[in-house]
């Protein structure tokens, strides 16, 4: 009896510890399989921090943090066509300065250099060096009160963007500009006009200046024309309308304009631009300019302008024995909206 209980109870024992053997390898199975998903996001997380880490990209893309420029003009009200200097403080790096400014309805700005006026683009950055001013004339067409927004910024050499920006505002004013005055079109030709293609900025004409057959006859003087681009779609139905303003007084050298005080007795020379500030491509025009020797200069037939595209004219003439002269330049055009733009006059002194 007692070896059957014995018996009895080792049997049991037995298929105890079968099941808790498989207990513990289904455990064990178990437990692996659960580490086995965890393991690889753990990896993947390591490998991230790991990138993290050396990708200099977390810190705002590697990218440095850009320094500011003081940036401020000798005026903050300037009149259409007034030369406005612009400053900053500098910064203590080999590189160049880069010049914008911000697009605004009827307001075009030109860079002053030593070889005259370079018509920019708004929007785009214009390489200036490395100096720590440069002078800009502003032109506003169809605005009494226009205000701009200009940027400088600088880079150092091989930089793709800037260390250092800054930026400054201002208001042109126009006189020959009412808020309340509407232009309206005068054109009855309403039929679609062909409008040029070309994209390309035309060859300058010179003409050669011819010598007078009587004293009081003025010497014909010779001018350059520059044609500027900016977006030049003409509406077979809108208007033309043509603006001249005056630019500089200076001389010729070179070929070249040179803005400066004109003297009593030499030669110099007068810039000034017409401007379609229109929407329609305008007829051909002429233009006439009163000259200090006496008499007047009177053009060819020029090419018409599309809207926005303008013409920079130099005329120079002979010296004259005059201390001061006004000069009175018009524009002869057909169908145009508005002919109060269309002249102007402006006084010079002569120096010694």
């Known amino acids: 009896m007692n070896k059957e209980t014995s018996e009895k109870k080792e049997s049991v024992l037995k298929i105890l510890a079968i099941t808790g053997f498989i207990g513990i390898i289904i455990l064990i199975a178990w437990a692996s399989i659960q580490l086995v998903s965890v393991v690889p996001s753990a990896f993947s997380s390591l490998a991230s921090l790991a990138e993290s880490v050396n990708d200099p990209s977390d810190e705002e893309n590697g990218e440095r943090p850009v320094d500011s420029l003081t940036v401020t003009s000798n005026t903050m009200l300037a009149d259409a066509g007034e030369s406005v200097e612009i400053n900053w403080n500098t910064a203590r790096a080999n590189g160049s300065y880069v010049f914008s400014y911000e697009c605004a309805d009827g307001v075009a700005v030109d860079l002053l250099s030593t070889t005259g006026l370079q018509s920019i683009q708004c929007g785009s950055n214009y390489n200036i060096g490395n100096v720590d001013s440069t002078t800009i004339v502003i032109d506003s067409e169809k605005n009494r009160y226009a205000d701009i927004t ?36 005068t054109d009855a030709d309403t039929e679609t006009e062909e409008v040029e293609t ?11 200046p011819t010598t007078p057959t009587t004293p009081t006859t003025p010497t014909t003087p010779e001018y350059t024309q520059e044609y500027v681009y900016a977006i030049p779609t003409s509406d077979p139905n809108g208007i033309t309308n043509l603006a001249a303003r005056y630019l500089f007084v200076g001389e010729i050298a070179n070929n070249a304009f040179v803005p400066g005080a004109l003297e009593e007795g030499k030669d110099g020379a007068i810039q000034f631009e017409v401007k379609n500030i229109g929407t329609k491509t305008s007829k051909k025009w002429s233009f006439t300019v009163s000259l200090p020797g006496g008499g007047e200069y009177q053009s060819e037939s020029q090419t018409a302008l599309k809207p926005n595209e303008r013409a920079v004219l130099t005329v120079g003439f002979n010296g004259a024995d005059v201390s001061s002269h006004t000069f009175d330049v018009e524009v002869d055009v057909s169908s145009d909206s508005n002919n109060a733009n269309n002249d102007f006059s402006h006084k010079v002194t002569f120096v010694d």
């Open 150 to 185: 200009y940027n400088v910024s600088f880079l150092g050499t091989n930089d793709t963007r800037p260390r250092a920006a800054g930026s400054g505002t201002l208001t042109v004013f126009n006189s020959n500009v009412s808020s309340d005055i509407a232009l309206e079109d």
């Open 198 to 208: 070309e994209s390309d900025v035309e060859t300058p004409v010179t003409e050669t």
